[in-house]
């Protein structure tokens, strides 16, 4: 097991990786839509929320050595599915014709109290 850190995304909030590989998969944690620069919340809005935890996610698989293609699952946590088709089309625009697995469901609260929270794995 390796844990996989990287200062472009936001630093852990808690006792927990960024990132940890274990063989040819890398497991990426929950990511919100903080800036890792400031470690603030970017504007309150899904579409602004969701591109920013995809990047973080991203920075994370590439510090790992590793692309966007090799992700193959998402988990995508909702504070309010009534905002799914934003979220989905930052989504779509994101991956383009890369298509992960994926799941999404409504929670009643997330850290931060952001919008959303997005996990993902990825595989050499």
Known sequence: MKRIETDLAPKAIGP???GVMVNNTLYVSGQIPFNPETMKEVEKEITTQTKQ???N???IVEAAGLSKQ???KCG???ADLTSFAEM???YQSF???HKPARFAVEVSRLP???LIEIEAIAVK
């Open 57 to 59: 996610i991203l920075a």
């Open 88 to 90: 989905n089309k930052a």
């Open 16 to 18: 927990y990786s960024q």
């Open 95 to 97: 991956f383009g014709e």
């Open 53 to 55: 935890s995809l990047e």
């Open 76 to 78: 995508i946590f909702m």
């Open 70 to 72: 090799n992700i193959v």
């Open 112 to 114: 931060k109290d952001v």
